[in-house]
Nanobody, 122 residues
Framework: VQLQASGGGLVQAGDSLRLSCAAS????????MGWFRQAPGKERECVAA????????YYADSVKGRFTISRDNAKNTVYLQMNSLKPEDTAVYYC????????????????WGQGTLVTVSS
């Protein structure tokens, strides 16, 4: 499976962005999907994940109520709607795919996109 993330950019605090991750080369609906981020000097963390059907979702406490993960299996795409962005949301955001269930540990994801940079200025 190949993953292509897009939608990052430079925004001001309080603004919104929507990240997209387009998948190809596999049966998208077979995969749980996750969005991870990595800020300079910090470990990669899972900010959101969604099951193959969209019926189960996970959010990190730091983004709960501000970020929304969704997927469109007909378009082979997963989204991350990010509202009320804060400077501490600045990071490279990655999408990832794995078979079976949602997990939050990066080591258990089999496929990764290339990352898209989100910069939030204060």
């Amino acid at each position: 499976v190949q993953l292509q993330a897009s939608g990052g950019g430079l925004v001001q605090a309080g603004d919104s962005l929507r990240l997209s991750c387009a998948a190809s080369g596999g049966t998208f609906s077979n995969y749980a999907m996750g969005w991870f981020r990595q800020a300079p000097g910090k470990e990669r963390e899972c900010v959101a994940a969604i099951s193959w059907s969209g019926g189960s979702k996970y959010y990190a406490d730091s983004v709960k109520g501000r970020f929304t993960i969704s997927r469109d299996n007909a378009k082979n795409t997963v989204y991350l709607q990010m509202n009320s962005l804060k400077p501490e949301d600045t990071a490279v955001y990655y999408c990832a795919a794995r078979t079976l269930t949602i997990v939050t540990t990066s080591d258990e994801y089999e496929y990764w996109g290339q990352g898209t940079l989100v910069t939030v200025s204060s």
